[in-house]
């Protein structure tokens, strides 16, 4: 048996994630994500939305992924964590936005892919409410008991190792 391409996680971003981040680089409106999202093959733009959601999610919590641009991929974080294996956090992005539409008023996709109309949205709901509704501060905690980021770094190389030639 050879030995697996990605023996860890700094392989897998260094080899894969960082070049795709240099590919996706300026995306900034939900057209233009979802063509430069279609033009990846299967495999990697599973493990990019996946870490860009993520990432985000460990840099600020749900609130971080709806105001930064990671917000553009919300819809497509659900079923990227669900093949890399990871349903529990899944599930916490489906209730995040599921929750974030309705303080909205609008179906999340395709509506608010677009940043301006997001952060339109976070706006008048901390106005109306200085602490914030617009995700349920529980989703973070339940997100990170589920998949802590070791998990989530083995689920990222193995996938990798198993899609990736």
Request: negative net charge; hydrophobic residues 45%; proline residues 8%.
């Amino acid at each position: 048996m050879s030995e697996p391409r990605f023996a860890d996680y700094d392989d897998v971003h260094r080899e894969v994630l960082m070049p795709l981040f240099d590919q996706m680089t300026g995306w900034g409106n939900g057209v233009h994500l979802a063509e430069a999202l279609a033009r990846l093959p299967a495999a990697e733009r599973t493990l990019l939305v996946a870490e860009c959601c993520f990432g985000a999610v460990g840099d600020g919590g749900f609130p971080s992924v709806f105001y930064n641009s990671t917000g553009d991929l919300a819809p497509e974080a659900k079923p990227a964590l669900v093949a890399l294996g990871l349903p529990q956090a899944a599930e916490c992005f489906a209730l995040a936005i599921e929750h974030f539409a309705g303080v909205a008023g609008v179906p999340y996709h395709p509506a608010l892919r677009d940043w301006d109309k997001r952060n339109e949205v976070i706006e008048a709901d901390l106005a109306a409410h200085p602490e914030g509704t617009y995700t349920p501060e529980e989703l973070d905690e339940r997100f990170f008991e589920a998949v802590p980021s070791e998990v989530f770094d083995e689920a990222a190389v193995r996938d990798a190792n198993t899609h990736l030639p």
